[in-house]
């Protein structure tokens, strides 16, 4: 079938002073604006906007992180799912042109699935498993949360994942396949063979999946790239991985 579908989200990070003490977002940031605050105060909320294509929604943090570098030279940011004693998410917002609300209503359990299955199961590959359960035991991040929204469908179990434009591309390309799958009707627990590990899949992802938007291709290499690397450090500041990386990376 025709679809389209636009990739948005508002991930936080927790702010902190040039010693690495904790910083108060809302000392810093207004409520409104694409580097704000939302509900819980003391955490920054990016909000970059949303695209067809993840490479442009990394391309647009990468230039929040640079401008909020010159405002704030000596500040220090931190993604992840838990810092100083805050959790903080990564929330996802899918939208879609499904006309039918009940269609998308029944359809939204396989949607959840297959973002459960790429994403989450990047994420718990990739991101420090002691932080997602100190979430999870606050209430946040549990598998296959998500609410409906005016746009779409919003994903909140994922963590932070803004540790640099490498992780932000890999996450936000597996969110887009896990849609584009279950717009052409793929339960992708179909193409992961009997007790294939979550490492496996997404190695394999590429040669599976027949209908591969070109603009996730660049993100799926990073993805096999980061997944046959030892797992990243998440507690250091974000910010020189988004505003020292090198001319061509992600």
């Not at 959840?112 to 989450?120: D, I, T, Y």
């Not at 718990?124 to 946040?140: C, F, I, K, S, T």
């Not at 979550?198 to 996730?216: F, Q």
Request: net charge negative; hydrophobic share 35%; glycine share 8%.
């Amino acid at each position: 079938m025709k679809y389209k579908l636009t990739i948005g989200c508002d991930p936080e990070l927790a702010v902190a002073d040039q010693h690495g003490s904790m910083v108060s977002a809302d000392t810093k940031f207004h409520g409104e604006g694409t580097f704000g605050c939302d509900g819980a105060s003391t955490t920054a909320e990016l909000r970059p906007g949303y695209s067809d294509d993840p490479r442009e929604v990394v391309a647009n943090i990468q230039e929040l992180m640079e401008r909020e570098k010159e405002a704030y030279p000596h500040q220090g940011l931190y993604a992840g799912h838990y810092k100083f004693g805050l959790p903080i998410g990564g929330h996802i917002h899918i939208g879609h042109n499904r006309q039918s609300v009940d269609l998308v209503r029944i359809g939204s359990s396989l949607l959840v699935e297959n973002l459960e299955l790429l994403v989450g199961g990047f994420e718990a590959l990739v991101h420090n498993r002691d932080e997602m359960e100190q979430r999870r035991r606050r209430g946040y991040g549990m598998p296959r949360s998500w609410r409906w929204q005016d746009h779409g469908l919003e994903y909140r179990a994922p963590g932070s994942w803004l540790l640099s434009p490498a992780v932000a591309a890999c996450t936000l390309t597996l969110a887009k396949l896990a849609t584009v799958a279950w717009m052409d009707e793929i339960d992708l627990n179909t193409l992961k063979h009997k007790s294939e590990s979550k490492r496996t899949l997404l190695l394999n992802l590429a040669k599976r999946l027949k209908n591969i938007p070109k603009d996730c291709l660049d993100g799926l290499q990073w993805t096999e790239l980061i997944l046959r690397m030892p797992k990243p450090d998440w507690n250091i500041d974000i910010v020189p991985n988004w505003t020292e990386v090198a001319e061509g990376e992600a």
